[in-house]
């Protein structure tokens, strides 16, 4: 048997690339350790004693620029005390569409609601923080539309709604309300985040929103200003409803919610077939409605005024295939060890933004030095 050490990170990175890891390598009669707070989303129970180290560690959250003394090394310690001659597993970044995607249940009914927003507001300096969702939602209720709020209360505050995820969660879990508020919208609307790979998994129709034209497919300067590649390619992959990367301001972004709720559906057809033609063509036209085709590395929007192809695939897809080879790991440690950003104790890289040790990320193949200061 197995036990599965908690991972500490950022909420996104473990919807994405850490749950389908558990979903495709627990087995029952592992023990899997996590935040209690978000056990609905894993394959099994959770032992919260595993936590709790984490818990001491970052008592307001992760945070990744905080000095946090060797809670990895407690965790093991406690994991190995507690389940003595099991074998420990932890995640450890990769190539996150090896896996599949996991089959996540809803705990209880859908919450019936139009559209579905999730406000961000970190703590720390991050772009995506600030956009004006209290004035999307306040031209949404405007038109009639019931608003939901995914999240949490202290991203959301400010922010009107009919229904908010929080109401619906009990005591130590953040989730439930959420994934329920999810499964039962009409259309999820949120920046490149968690939620809207939550959404994507759960198959809602979603807007993600971007700065600009484009940008769900480049490096964005985000977190404390280092560049993440977005992530929107994943959602597409995962969603079968209809995804789509949106921009704009509140009265943009409202008009296509509008658009979205109203007047667009998923047709058939090949996308080389129907990019030159228009949509009055199509044998789904009927006055006035958007239709969307999607294929793996591209969507095409047709509407009366013409048709729009959306690539998806990231453009710095020039991520290596194949693990460094031993050269190459020991070039990077060397350069990590001798670094100004590494924080030997818990041997992290300040810069990083994610949940790893650096000997992690000096052997994965898609870790980066957010400072370029690995040899290439
Ligand atoms: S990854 Fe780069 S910035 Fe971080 S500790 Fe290593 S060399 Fe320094």
Redesign the pocket.
């Known amino acids: 048997m197995t036990v599965f050490l908690p991972w500490p990170g950022h909420f996104g990175d473990l919807i994405r690339d850490v749950l389908p890891w558990l979903w495709a390598t627990w087995k029952p009669g592992d023990l899997l350790g996590g935040n209690p707070a978000h056990a609905p989303l894993y394959p099994g129970p959770i032992d919260a004693r595993l936590w709790a180290p984490i818990a001491r560690a970052f008592p307001d959250g992760y945070d990744y620029r905080r000095e946090a003394g060797d809670w990895e090394g407690e965790v093991r310690r406690l994991a190995v005390a507690l389940h003595p001659g099991h074998d420990l597993a932890t995640f450890i970044p990769g190539r996150p569409d090896l896996f599949p995607r996991p089959a996540m249940l809803v705990p209880g009914d859908p919450i019936l609601v139009d559209v579905v927003l999730a406000p961000r507001r970190k703590p720390y300096i991050d772009a995506k923080n600030g956009w004006p969702w209290a004035d999307l939602a306040a031209r949404l209720r405007a038109q009639g539309l019931t608003v939901g709020l995914a999240g949490t209360p202290a991203e959301s505050d400010t922010c009107p709604a009919n229904l908010r995820a929080w109401d619906f969660d009990q005591p130590g879990d953040a989730v439930t309300g959420t994934l329920r508020l999810l499964s039962g919208a009409r259309l999820v609307v949120s920046q490149d985040s968690a939620i809207a790979h939550l959404a994507a998994l759960l198959d809602r129709p979603q807007l993600i929103l971007y700065p600009r034209p484009g940008d769900h497919r480049r490096r964005l300067p985000i977190r404390d200003a280092i560049p993440t590649q977005m992530r929107f390619h994943d959602c597409h992959a995962w969603n079968r409803a209809l995804c789509l990367p949106i921009h704009g301001g509140p009265a943009e972004v409202a008009d296509a919610i509008l658009e979205a709720l109203n007047r667009t559906i998923l047709a058939d057809g090949r996308i080389a077939d129907w990019q030159a033609r228009p949509v009055v063509n199509h044998p789904d036209h009927r006055p006035g409605r958007t239709l969307v085709l999607r294929e793996p590395d591209r969507l095409l929007v047709m509407r009366p005024v013409g048709n729009r192809l959306i690539p998806v695939l990231p453009l710095d897809d020039d991520l290596p295939s194949v693990p460094p080879d031993a050269a190459t790991i020991a070039a990077?440690t060397v350069?990590?060890?001798?670094?100004?950003?590494?924080?030997p104790g818990p041997d992290?890289?300040?810069?990083?933004g994610c949940g790893f040790v650096?000997a992690e990320?000096?052997r994965s193949p898609f870790?980066?030095?957010?400072?370029?200061?690995?040899p290439r």
């Open positions: 990077r350069a990590c060890h001798t670094c100004p950003d590494h924080q992290r890289c300040r810069r990083c650096v990320r000096t870790a980066r030095c957010p400072a370029s200061r690995w």
